[in-house]
């Protein structure tokens, strides 16, 4: 079991920047395959960005490409979203997320989320 805390969401408006945080705990962190996802008032979650277990390969959302850059620190068992160009329709709680090479998103392990607002 891994648990995650994520932190750093809040207020921004259009354009602005936020960096959120996701501390991880339990389990070996640099084998595990890090992710972050994002969920809507009314929409299904989302799939945001993910990090391989030493960042060497990294995938975005088309929609967050080019804006959102995520990263990790093996050393302190942590994981980065810098969101830069902020929008509107990035309003969403954000989760971290964590699982296995064998395993999916589904089985893996999740944090509570935090919330970030883009007013325009």
């Known amino acids: 079991q891994v648990r995650l805390v994520e932190s750093g969401g809040g207020l921004v408006q259009a354009g602005g920047s936020l960096r959120l945080s996701c501390a991880a705990s339990?389990?070996?962190?640099?084998?595990?395959?890090m992710g972050w996802f994002r969920q809507a008032p009314g929409k299904e979650r989302e799939f945001v960005a993910v990090?391989?277990?030493?960042?060497?390969?990294?995938g975005y959302a088309d929609s967050v490409k080019g804006r959102f850059t995520i990263s990790r620190d093996n050393a302190k068992n942590t994981i980065y979203l810098q969101m830069n160009n902020l929008k509107p329709e990035d309003t969403a709680a954000y989760y971290c997320?964590?699982?296995?090479?064998?395993?999916?998103w589904g089985s893996g392990n999740w944090g509570q989320g935090t919330q970030v607002t883009v007013s325009s």
């Open positions: 339990g389990r070996t962190f640099s084998a595990l395959i």
């Open positions: 990090i391989r277990e030493t960042s060497s390969r990294t």
């Open positions: 997320a964590a699982r296995t090479a064998v395993a999916d």
